[in-house]
C-alpha cells in the first residue's frame, strides 16, 4: 500500500545567500548539508541545511533571487513552517538565544495545542519553534555535534507546515483522498492532517482564508516536498495522480533523490520526493556543505557556473 511518510524537505526564496547562510546555519545552527545550484537555472544557488546528514524531513532549501521583491502574503499559499526542538527548557533557551541575536520574536505562547515562539527569517519568512515534548521522530535524525546550538536544543527537524487556502474543502480532499493523511482536528476553517497519530512531525495544517492570492517574492515558499521510500513507489504514485486527475508537471533526477512535481487545487506546488540515494552520494558526511556540489550533469560546466557565483562565505 502506498504511503506518505511525512515531509522530505521544503524549498523557499532568499534574497541574499550569505544573509541567509549566517542566520541558518550561525543563528539557527542548522548544517548546511549541500551547497549546489537550481539544477534548473544554474545562475543561482540552492542551499540545504538539516541535521548531520539532512536527513529526510530535515531539509529547509532555499533559491537565491538577488532581485526577488517582497512578498505580498495571501492565500493560496505555504504561509508557516514549524521547527520541533526537544523541550520546553529548549523554548527557553531559544527565548534567550534570539534575543542574543537581536531576532524579533513572540513570548513563548501556542501554535494550536502545543507551545511555541513565532519568529521571521530575514526574507520574512514565517516560522515556528514548538515544543515537541518526547513524541516520535524519525529514527534517522541525527543532531550535528559542531552546531553552534547545545546539543540539547537543537532543531531536531521539520514540524507542522501551514498552507493558507481559499477552500478548504478542496484541500481536505486532495490530502486525505490522494495523498491519505489522517485528520486529527477540523473547524469550519482549519484542519490538521497527520501521517502518523500522535506525531509533529509530517503534519500540514490547512487554514481557510478569503481575500487576494499571495505574490511570492523574498521569503515566500516554492513547494513542499514529501516522502516516498524508493523509485519505483515514485512511480506508482505518478500514476495515482493521473488516475485522481492531476497532471505531473515536472519529473526529475536531482541526483540526491528522484522526484515528480504536482500542483495541488490552488496552485501550491507539491513534490514528492525519494528518501535516498541521499547527500552523502558523493559527499564524505564530515565535509558536507562545505564546498559547491554538482550534480555529474553540470560538472563539465563547473567553471562557467563558479565565475557567476558570488562566494558566501
Not at 513572540?106 to 495545542?113: A, L, M
Not at 546550538?149 to 537543537?154: C, I, K, L, R, S
Not at 506508482?236 to 536531482?254: H, L, N, S, T, Y
Request: aromatic share 8%; no cysteine; charged share 25%.
Amino acid at each position: 500500500m502506498l504511503k506518505i511518510t511525512g515531509h522530505h524537505h521544503i524549498s523557499m526564496i532568499t534574497k541574499n545567500a550569505h544573509e541567509n547562510h549566517q542566520f541558518y546555519h550561525h543563528i539557527l545552527g542548522l548544517r548546511r548539508v549541500k551547497k549546489t545550484v537550481n539544477q534548473d537555472d544554474p545562475s543561482m544557488y540552492h542551499l540545504f541545511y538539516g541535521d548531520l546528514t539532512g536527513s529526510p524531513g530535515t531539509g529547509l532549501t532555499f533559491f537565491e533571487l538577488a532581485h526577488a521583491g517582497r512578498t505580498h502574503r495571501g492565500t493560496d499559499a505555504i504561509t508557516r513552517i514549524g521547527l520541533l526542538i526537544p523541550s520546553f527548557d529548549s523554548l527557553m533557551y531559544w527565548e534567550n538565544r534570539l534575543d542574543e541575536f537581536q531576532i524579533e520574536h513572540s513570548e513563548i505562547t501556542t501554535y494550536g495545542d502545543t507551545d511555541a515562539i513565532y519568529f521571521e527569517d530575514p526574507d520574512g519568512l514565517r516560522l515556528v519553534l514548538l515544543n515537541n515534548q518526547d513524541k516520535p521522530i524519525p529514527q534517522e535524525w541525527t543532531k550535528w555535534q559542531d552546531s553552534s546550538v547545545e546539543m540539547a536544543h537543537q532543531i531536531l527537524g521539520m514540524g507542522p507546515v501551514e498552507l493558507t487556502v481559499s477552500s478548504l474543502e478542496n484541500a481536505v480532499k486532495t490530502i486525505v483522498q490522494l495523498f491519505g493523511y489522517k485528520e486529527r482536528s477540523k473547524t469550519e476553517t482549519e484542519a490538521v492532517f497527520q501521517v502518523e497519530e500522535d506525531q509533529l512531525q509530517g503534519q500540514i495544517i490547512i487554514v481557510e482564508q478569503e481575500g487576494p492570492k499571495e505574490k511570492p517574492g523574498r521569503g515566500s515558499v516554492h513547494h513542499l516536498a514529501i516522502r516516498v521510500n524508493d523509485k519505483e513507489e515514485l512511480e506508482q504514485w505518478e500514476q495515482r495522480i493521473k488516475d485522481f486527475g492531476f497532471p505531473i508537471i515536472k519529473k526529475a533526477d536531482r541526483y540526491y533523490f528522484s522526484s515528480i512535481y504536482m500542483k495541488e487545487t490552488h496552485g501550491i506546488i507539491v513534490e514528492l520526493a525519494t528518501d535516498g540515494p541521499g547527500f552523502t552520494v558523493d559527499t564524505a558526511v564530515e565535509d558536507l556543505g562545505t564546498h559547491l556540489d554538482l550534480p555529474p550533469f553540470l560538472e563539465e560546466r563547473r567553471q562557467e557556473i563558479e565565475e557567476k557565483l558570488t562566494p558566501i562565505e
